[in-house]
């Protein structure tokens, strides 16, 4: 687990090297145990590392790291979980090891298999190889995007990172702009984003490679980027017992990701997710899993819960709760490190507690991340499927209201006048015909650019649609819900130093789940202790019964936005919507202040949007004083 970095230009630039070295020391906090850098005999391509040391611990597997031939030279962030059987496949074409560490079977298999060899890969993984006889570099993203990767287009060249601000200090080189991007700031507003979503970020000349997507980089420009993973691709599901099937595929998955030359611990909340993971972890080692949580107090509901847990499986169990001012402090630091506003406390409660387990000597630790999307454990899901049934019903009255007119309908008949995989994102559409106006200055709304629309329907096109629960679910799994299932399990532990893993994110259990019908996750009797029925199936001897049935309650779910922003930070939501300076860029300052005057008088606002308000204010204010 790492931090990359890297450039491809046209031409040689005599500031590239310095400015390399400025990239790699802006993701220091991603790999604190090494760092590297190197530049292709021409100078036109140049790569850095920052190291976590997971994987062979030894000097030799440091990066960046060039094949036997010399024509190979890799950056990489990740783990992929089968190298050990990558290997042996590649021993038998004649390929030599002299590590042993994922990023040398990684070379190898490039070296095999070319691009193909996203498909051999399991694992989580952002990377760039360069390919000195092609003269390319060759760029891919993990399937679920759970490795971050970044880049900047220009007229000199293509820099890259793991993260915006060392995007920003090697924007130069590309010959780019840091121009704000208005369509990704209102796009951020939307329902459920607390993100600005994929490839958008707040910077225009600034993209995010997408989620299962691979790029090809050419004399410094972009040659070709595709999306590599099918999510539909077939999966022999006909027949199984789907509760078994998921069991198998989760013991393998921990297990798999319990693979590390470095203790390995767990975050435990007290829900079924984390606990399922922790019991099985338990189950699977010789000593006893240090598991971690955190909540407001003692008291706290998830402590308790956690507490019962880590007693009843046996781990070494710490606990820690809520500091105002330290947390506040975080998540400046973690809006500053993002390069980019986002919205979503339980990042800031994961950040503190990522900080405290690397200081208690873990470096890796397993989580939870990714159940609720897959097999719908949000109460919301209930209220998708009543829709959806509906909208099941009807369809065959869809060409009839096509021919009515599309703005006096209802959103729900939006979605019934819409084709299968497109009707996310004709939400998304009205969604931003509804807030935009109340909150946009005017002179920009004309061809505001909708990302969340678009995403919705790109992921749309390609995810299961033929109920529209399902379409849903999986549109919010790569796109509205990026910001607590993907980021949350990069940013706040990379920060600290920490890699995390997320057994529920394999890739074999999202195909499963992607296959399993919405009638063997959601209860048909509306009893909303049974969200998520095949998975707790699966685990129920695992846990107790009041844990695998106790209602739904999120990481830091005791820690609430509305508490915190009257509560100990109202002087920092004072000082950012009754100045409002870092707010004017793109929104209505005096219709920002008006919402925040009726939420401190207590009137009926949406305190999300709220919230993602002040996040982007805050995230401004530091912009604007050159804080990146």
């Given amino acids: 687990m790492c931090g990359i970095a890297g450039f491809v230009l046209k031409q040689p630039n005599d500031q590239s090297r310095h400015l390399l070295i400025a990239m790699r020391d802006r993701i220091r906090h991603r790999g604190p145990d090494g760092n590297g850098t190197w530049t292709s005999t021409d100078g036109c391509c140049g790569l850095a590392h920052t190291r976590l040391a997971i994987v062979d611990l030894s000097d030799a597997a440091a990066q960046p790291m060039t094949n036997p031939g010399a024509n190979l030279t890799l950056v990489f962030n990740g783990e992929i979980y089968n190298w050990k059987s990558l290997r042996r496949r590649l021993e038998r074409y004649g390929h030599k090891f002299k590590t042993h560490s994922d990023s040398e079977v990684l070379l190898a298999g490039y070296a095999q298999w070319g691009p193909d060899v996203l498909d051999e890969l399991r694992g989580m993984f952002a990377f760039a190889i360069w390919d000195e006889a092609e003269k390319l570099l060759f760029c891919a993203r993990d399937r679920m995007g759970k490795k971050p990767f970044v880049f900047a287009e220009g007229p000199d060249g293509i820099v890259f990172a793991s993260e915006i601000p060392a995007v920003l200090t090697g924007l130069w080189l590309a010959g780019a702009d840091r121009d704000l991007d208005a369509g990704a700031f209102a796009s951020m507003l939307l329902h459920n984003m607390r993100h600005m979503p994929d490839p958008a970020t707040a910077y225009k000349a600034v993209r995010r490679l997408r989620a299962g997507h691979a790029m090809i980089v050419r004399n410094g420009r972009i040659e070709r980027n595709w999306r590599y993973w099918d999510p539909m691709a077939d999966c022999d599901v006909s027949g199984r017992d789907s509760a078994r099937y998921l069991r198998n595929a989760l013991e393998e998955a921990v297990e798999l990701r319990r693979i590390a030359d470095v203790p390995v611990g767990a975050l435990l909340s007290g829900g079924v997710d984390s606990t399922a993971i922790v019991a099985l972890a338990q189950a699977q080692a010789k000593e006893p899993v240090r598991t971690f949580a955190l909540g407001m107090d003692e008291k706290d509901e998830d402590l308790v819960r956690a507490r019962s847990m880590a007693k009843s499986l046996g781990t070494v169990h710490r606990e820690f709760y809520f500091d105002p001012a330290s947390q506040w402090e975080a998540f400046n630091r973690i809006l500053q490190t993002y390069g980019e506003p986002i919205m979503l406390l339980p990042l800031v409660h994961t950040y ?44 065959l009255l869809s060409p009839l209201v096509r021919m009515l007119p599309q703005e006096k309908l209802p959103r729900s008949l939006k979605v019934l006048a819409t084709e299968r995989g497109q009707r996310k994102s004709r939400l998304y559409e009205g969604y931003g015909d509804e807030i935009w106006p109340d909150l946009i200055r005017s002179e920009l709304s004309d061809g505001l650019k909708n990302y969340a629309e678009d995403e919705m329907a790109r992921w749309g096109l390609c995810g299961p649609h033929e109920n529209y629960i399902d379409e849903s679910a999986f549109a919010g799994l790569m796109v509205e819900n990026t910001h607590s299932i993907t980021i949350a399990s990069d940013l706040p532990a990379m920060m600290a130093g920490v890699e995390m893993r997320a057994p529920f994110l394999d890739q074999e259990i999202v195909v499963a789940a992607l296959h399993t019908t919405w009638q063997e996750k959601l209860p048909q009797n509306g009893d909303l202790t049974q969200l998520k029925k095949v998975l707790k199936s699966a685990v129920s001897d695992l846990m107790p019964p009041e844990i695998l049935y106790a209602s739904k309650r999120g990481f830091g779910m005791g820690i609430q936005e509305r508490d ?65």
């Fill in 564 to 628: 915190v922003l009257l509560g100990p930070w109202r002087s920092h939501a004072d000082n950012v919507f009754e100045r409002s300076e870092g707010l004017s860029e793109v929104f209505d300052s005096e219709r920002v202040r008006g919402l925040w005057r009726d939420a401190k008088n207590g009137g009926g606002v949406r305190w999300d949007l709220i919230a993602k308000l002040f996040a982007i204010g805050v995230w401004k204010q530091s912009h604007s004083r050159g804080v990146d």
């Fill in 352 to 395: 503190e507690l990522c900080r405290k387990i690397r200081n208690d000597g873990i470096k890796v630790v397993l989580s939870g991340n990714g159940a609720d999307e897959l097999f719908y454990g949000y109460t919301g899901m209930v209220r998708t499927n009543h829709l959806s049934q509906v909208v099941r019903r009807l369809e």
